[in-house]
């Protein structure tokens, strides 16, 4: 059986809005020429996809299978057309990157921007997601690579993993904050005010593990969720900077708070180090293309200044930075 891809995707899009009217306006399409082409489908399937009313349209339990295969086929096609475009010229398609909260904010989008004055004429997708949400589009081809803490990913053998190096991490909460009234604060006292932060792998779960008390793991995704859980670092700061929620993140993303006695370090000798790892992953079926690898060496250059910015401030403040993870 041959199917059409087109009707496939029309077929997706009806089930997301799941109204004729809706997804014809969409697809750009008249609402007559979307009905005759599910119809088509389902004619060839020898199924009904969907189940209409005069309310809304919804895939049958059979149709709902068929959704789940479609989705994967166009998103497939949508990969393969895009990079036949950046193979043709280029220039041309999409260049498509997931990055991790933290590595999104300290050397993903100051590479991106490097990138954009360089070719002005360059398309790029730039996804900023918590740790299982980076992992899921990378693996659903939502990204043609992800910069990303790499732990985890190096056990998979679905993907080639490429180092950046490691980043240190610091502690840190609102300036005038009660825990900084207390010379050497311990887990039972850190357990009473919140943990906001992006989501996290399991193999970070030592980062919050002991001063945490409203950490869980996330049972869909996997991930470890603290008790208050956003979608990237600036979200987290602001709430850290408005209330006694206490965080985490790289000196550079808080050396302005410092300055501006916005934030302050929380120095936790006994806890673990906060040593990462980042790298870019991408598919072993992938190869990646002249723009891809143009953009991982810009980030690869930020992520040696953030650091060369950490050790500087090791050095000021006395401490010896660590040498890995």
């Given at each position: 059986?041959?199917?059409?891809?087109?009707?496939?995707?029309?077929?997706?899009?009806?089930?997301?809005?799941?109204?004729?009217?809706?997804?014809?306006?969409?697809?750009?399409?008249?609402?007559?020429?979307?009905?005759?082409?599910?119809?088509?489908?389902?004619?060839?399937?020898?199924?009904?996809?969907?189940?209409?009313?005069?309310?809304?349209?919804?895939?049958?339990?059979?149709?709902?299978?068929?959704?789940?295969?479609?989705?994967?086929?166009?998103?497939?096609?949508?990969?393969?057309?895009?990079?036949?475009?950046?193979?043709?010229?280029?220039?041309?398609?999409?260049?498509?990157?997931?990055?991790?909260?933290?590595?999104?904010?300290?050397?993903?989008?100051?590479?991106?921007?490097?990138?954009?004055?360089?070719?002005?004429?360059?398309?790029?997708?730039?996804?900023?997601?918590?740790w299982t949400a980076a992992l899921s589009s990378l693996m659903s081809d939502q990204a043609d690579f992800a910069v990303a803490d790499i732990l985890a990913l190096r056990d998979m053998p679905s993907l080639r993993v490429e180092s950046l190096g490691v980043l240190q991490g610091v502690y840190f909460c609102r300036a005038g904050h009660p825990l900084l009234a207390t010379s050497d604060p311990r887990p039972d006292d850190l357990r009473n005010y919140p943990f906001v932060m992006p989501g996290i792998s399991v193999s970070r779960i030592?980062?919050?593990?002991?001063?945490?008390?409203?950490?869980?793991?996330?049972?869909?995704?996997?991930?470890?969720?603290?008790?208050?859980?956003?979608?990237?670092?600036?979200?987290?700061?602001?709430?850290?900077?408005?209330?006694?929620?206490?965080?985490?993140?790289?000196?550079?993303?808080?050396?302005?708070?410092?300055?501006?006695?916005?934030?302050?370090?929380?120095?936790?000798?006994?806890?673990?180090?906060?040593?990462?790892?980042?790298?870019?992953?991408?598919?072993?079926?992938?190869?990646?293309?002249?723009?891809?690898?143009?953009?991982?060496?810009?980030?690869?250059?930020?992520?040696?200044?953030?650091?060369?910015?950490?050790?500087?401030?090791?050095?000021?403040?006395?401490?010896?930075?660590?040498?890995?993870?």
């Amino acid at each position: 059986m041959s199917l059409d891809l087109k009707m496939l995707h029309y077929a997706v899009v009806l089930a997301r809005h799941r109204h004729f009217g809706q997804a014809a306006a969409v697809l750009k399409i008249s609402q007559p020429t979307l009905s005759r082409n599910i119809a088509a489908l389902e004619k060839q399937l020898g199924l009904r996809v969907f189940e209409r009313s005069n309310r809304d349209v919804v895939a049958t339990p059979a149709g709902e299978e068929v959704i789940r295969m479609a989705e994967e086929l166009v998103a497939r096609a949508e990969v393969l057309s895009n990079r036949l475009e950046l193979v043709r010229d280029g220039r041309g398609g999409r260049l498509r990157v997931v990055a991790g909260a933290y590595i999104d904010d300290i050397a993903v989008q100051p590479a991106a921007i490097e990138l954009i004055k360089a070719n002005p004429s360059i398309r790029l997708e730039i996804l900023e997601r918590e740790w299982t949400a980076a992992l899921s589009s990378l693996m659903s081809d939502q990204a043609d690579f992800a910069v990303a803490d790499i732990l985890a990913l190096r056990d998979m053998p679905s993907l080639r993993v490429e180092s950046l190096g490691v980043l240190q991490g610091v502690y840190f909460c609102r300036a005038g904050h009660p825990l900084l009234a207390t010379s050497d604060p311990r887990p039972d006292d850190l357990r009473n005010y919140p943990f906001v932060m992006p989501g996290i792998s399991v193999s970070r779960i030592a980062f919050i593990a002991d001063i945490d008390s409203g950490m869980r793991i996330d049972e869909r995704g996997g991930g470890v969720l603290p008790s208050i859980a956003v979608s990237s670092f600036r979200s987290a700061s602001d709430i850290v900077a408005a209330t006694d929620a206490i965080s985490l993140g790289h000196p550079t993303q808080i050396a302005e708070g410092i300055a501006a006695s916005r934030f302050a370090l929380l120095h936790l000798p006994w806890m673990i180090r906060l040593s990462v790892e980042m790298g870019v992953a991408w598919k072993r079926e992938r190869t990646l293309l002249p723009a891809a690898h143009a953009f991982i060496k810009l980030i690869r250059n930020h992520v040696r200044i953030a650091q060369a910015a950490e050790s500087s401030a090791a050095s000021r403040s006395g401490r010896r930075p660590s040498s890995g993870a």
